[in-house]
């Protein structure tokens, strides 16, 4: 069975650098040109070795596991280690098509003890982050955000803004705020993995392997450093949805990380998306907070919302249909937008298909809070709105025929 031996964890201040010699399958599927590395704002020297592996070890287990791999380590922790199987089974139970097998090897198991008087939820400024952070507010949560993860490495001007943006966010609530900077992403031949995934699922490495527990596990060291008892993620999936999917960060998967006296909790997997805008604005309007700002958008660049994509025009309908208004959530929503969003809207795929059951859930939300003569005039249209309910086989694929044509004729 091809090893990948961990030979070093070096710590220096506030970074770790983990060095790993590597046999056979595993030179095509790391990117050996750059280790993995982290980097925090404190010093992190302290943190024993059977906790420092854990960032390393979280994101090149699955691939152990996938392709039947080897890793060998000198220490360990012994409540992580006691639940990987846990872990693995989760991902079993996801992928039927994958055998999980693999091995982890280690010289010595440790029990890595404090008493737990904090807690971290990882926050992305999103409607599900922000949700999970009210559910918790009474426990005085410590905020958590990665550089590596949605925003690149190379990417300063970005970070710039989502670290403003989460620092107001923390000091608005009386909170910390903290982040690990990692190549997590990068270290691990992504192409070569994603291909190999395709194959088998519709999807790739990092939404369905990668993403839930490779995210949690980065924050091991400082969660022991600041004696952490519970480690929130938010979910964005819920469980009463009308479709089926699969995602690495699952109930299944991240409830089962554990490490010293942590815990990981996938947050509000029972809550939907209009109930958790619900919860938002409920929140801000009991306590007179006018400026919060959602951070939700794919498209624009650097942490502002463009409040013209499909996931703002979303977002906003949902916060509209609550009698909410979208500019005291980070939206730039004048009268002109709203009357382009309310034409381009019912015309739009993610409206027609409705997949995730979104704007059926802000439909009935609507209907419940207004009779037809209160409802403004421009949402109408969303009353009686008929969703024509998942895409079929047949319209996804003209959709990649189309797709296909569109990207050949690009090339002309
Ligand atoms: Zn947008």
């Known amino acids: 069975?091809?090893?990948?031996?961990?030979?070093?964890?070096?710590?220096?201040?506030?970074?770790?650098?983990?060095?790993?010699?590597?046999?056979?399958?595993w030179n095509n599927l790391l990117n050996l040109d750059e280790r993995l590395f982290l980097e925090m704002e404190e010093d992190i020297e302290n943190v024993p070795d059977s906790i420092a592996v854990i960032p390393l070890l979280v994101n090149i287990l699955p691939i152990a596991w996938v392709y039947n791999l080897k890793i060998k380590v000198d220490a360990i922790d012994r409540n992580f280690f006691e639940n990987l199987d846990k872990i693995k089974l989760g991902y079993i139970n996801m992928y039927p098509q994958f055998s999980f097998l693999g091995k982890l090897e280690y010289d010595k198991i440790e029990d890595n003890k404090y008493d737990a008087t904090n807690c971290g939820t990882l926050f992305s400024g999103g409607v599900d982050a922000y949700n999970t952070l009210l559910n918790h507010i009474d426990e005085k949560p410590e905020l958590l955000t990665v550089w590596g993860a949605d925003i690149k490495l190379d990417d300063v001007k970005g970070w710039e803004r989502v670290k403003n943006n989460n620092q107001q966010a923390s000091q608005k609530f009386n909170l910390k705020w903290f982040y690990v900077k990692s190549n997590f992403r990068t270290f691990i031949d992504i192409n070569v993995l994603s291909k190999m995934v395709s194959s088998k699922i519709d999807g790739e490495w990092w939404h369905e392997f990668q993403h839930g527990i490779g995210i949690l596990g980065l924050f091991a060291p400082l969660a022991f450093n600041h004696h952490?008892?519970?480690?929130?993620?938010?979910?964005?999936?819920?469980?009463?949805?009308?479709?089926?999917?699969?995602?690495?960060?699952?109930?299944?998967?991240?409830?089962?990380?554990?490490?010293?006296?942590?815990?990981?909790?996938?947050?509000?997997?029972?809550?939907?998306?209009?109930?958790?805008?619900?919860?938002?604005?409920?929140?801000?309007?009991?306590?007179?907070?006018?400026?919060?700002?959602?951070?939700?958008?794919?498209?624009?660049?650097?942490?502002?919302?463009?409040?013209?994509?499909?996931?703002?025009?979303?977002?906003?309908?949902?916060i509209l249909v609550l009698g909410y208004d979208?500019?005291?959530?980070?939206?730039?929503?004048?009268?002109?937008?709203?009357?382009?969003?309310?034409?381009?809207?019912?015309?739009?795929?993610?409206?027609?298909?409705?997949?995730?059951?979104?704007?059926?859930?802000?439909?009935?939300?609507?209907?419940?809070?207004?009779?037809?003569?209160?409802?403004?005039?421009?949402?109408?249209?969303?009353?009686?709105?008929?969703?024509?309910?998942?895409?079929?086989?047949?319209?996804?694929?003209?959709?990649?025929?189309?797709?296909?044509?569109?990207?050949?004729?690009?090339?002309?």
């Open 228 to 318: 952490y008892g519970n480690l929130y993620i938010a979910s964005s999936m819920y469980k009463g949805m009308n479709i089926k999917y699969t995602c690495a960060s699952d109930p299944t998967i991240d409830n089962n990380l554990k490490f010293a006296c942590c815990n990981v909790f996938h947050d509000a997997f029972e809550t939907n998306r209009q109930e958790k805008v619900k919860n938002i604005c409920n929140y801000v309007k009991n306590n007179n907070i006018d400026d919060l700002k959602l951070r939700v958008c794919w498209q624009s660049s650097g942490g502002d919302n463009c409040s013209e994509c499909e996931k703002c025009y979303r977002t906003i309908l949902e």
């Open 1 to 25: 069975m091809d090893c990948l031996k961990v030979l070093e964890i070096k710590k220096s201040k506030n970074r770790i650098d983990y060095q790993y010699e590597c046999e056979g399958s």
């Open 326 to 412: 979208p500019n005291k959530l980070g939206f730039a929503f004048s009268s002109e937008k709203r009357k382009v969003m309310m034409e381009r809207l019912p015309k739009m795929d993610a409206v027609k298909e409705n997949s995730y059951d979104f704007y059926r859930l802000a439909q009935n939300e609507l209907l419940n809070n207004y009779s037809f003569d209160e409802t403004p005039e421009d949402l109408k249209w969303l009353r009686d709105y008929k969703f024509k309910g998942k895409p079929n086989k047949f319209r996804k694929f003209l959709k990649k025929v189309k797709r296909k044509l569109k990207s050949i004729l690009e090339k002309i």
